[in-house]
């Protein structure tokens, strides 16, 4: 899944995304609030990890500015603000969780696993269709039981073709969801994933809809 960090801290946003990098998720960084508020209206984002006090625009009014255009996007806020009144500032301003720093990269990831399964409309942490079972926190997969090794851009397609298996994903989308800024993307590559996931999980798994994209088999 592909994240925005906003974090002016250059020590603090490398540790940042080098942990999410390791958990399996694609992260973007920028270090100025009046960037990512122009970056978020013209790219897309799973969640959003915004930090506060930003050179050029302060957090809570690129997270005002984000709610006001109607924009859903999942945000963290992530600061060393640690008042309560800065925690219901940041809250009722749209921010869908809060952590102070210092905190632990794995609460981090474990919050922002919470926040993707709420936004899909899942409750339990594993995802499971036609006896396969992807288990995001553990990255593990199996099928029938049985333990199935992906590399870390078949996770990341399987993962995000399994939260909406109804929902047909264009190649676009999909590059955008598993490549970040910076990233070598060859030219065949989602169709080179696709091919892996269809052979070690079967061939009529996951179904390719000419000219528009694919998707999961129905149940």
């Given at each position: 899944m ?8 250059a020590?603090?946003g ?8 390791r ?11 009046e ?7 013209t ?9 506060l006090?930003?050179p ?12 006001a255009?109607?924009?859903?996007l999942?945000v ?14 940041g ?5 869908d ?17 919470a ?30 039981g ?20 109804g ?14 800024w ?9 169709e080179?994933h696709?091919?892996g ?23």
């Amino acid at each position: 899944m592909r994240l925005l960090l906003v974090e002016d801290d250059a020590m603090i946003g490398e540790a940042i995304r080098a942990g999410l990098r390791r958990d399996g998720f694609t992260v973007d960084w920028v270090h100025d609030g009046e960037t990512a508020e122009q970056v978020l209206k013209t790219e897309s984002f799973d969640v959003l990890l915004l930090d506060l006090g930003l050179p050029r625009k302060a957090g809570l009014a690129v997270l005002s500015g984000l709610r006001a255009r109607g924009d859903a996007l999942p945000v963290i806020i992530l600061t060393a603000r640690d008042s309560v009144s800065d925690r219901v500032q940041g809250l009722d301003a749209g921010a869908d969780d809060y952590l102070v720093k210092p905190f632990d990269l794995d609460e981090l990831a474990a919050r922002i696993r919470a926040l993707l399964r709420r936004k899909s409309g899942q409750t339990a942490p594993a995802i499971e269709h036609l006896g396969v079972v992807l288990n995001p926190a553990a990255h593990t997969v199996q099928r029938d039981g049985q333990d199935i090794a992906l590399s870390p851009r078949e996770f990341a397609l399987l993962q995000l073709l399994m939260e909406r298996p109804g929902t047909i994903h264009s190649r676009e989308r999909i590059e955008g969801r598993l490549y970040g800024w910076g990233e070598e993307l060859e030219s065949n590559a989602i169709e080179v994933h696709v091919h892996g996931l269809r052979r070690k999980l079967g061939a009529d798994f996951i179904l390719t809809v000419r000219g528009v994209g694919y998707r999961v088999r129905p149940a």
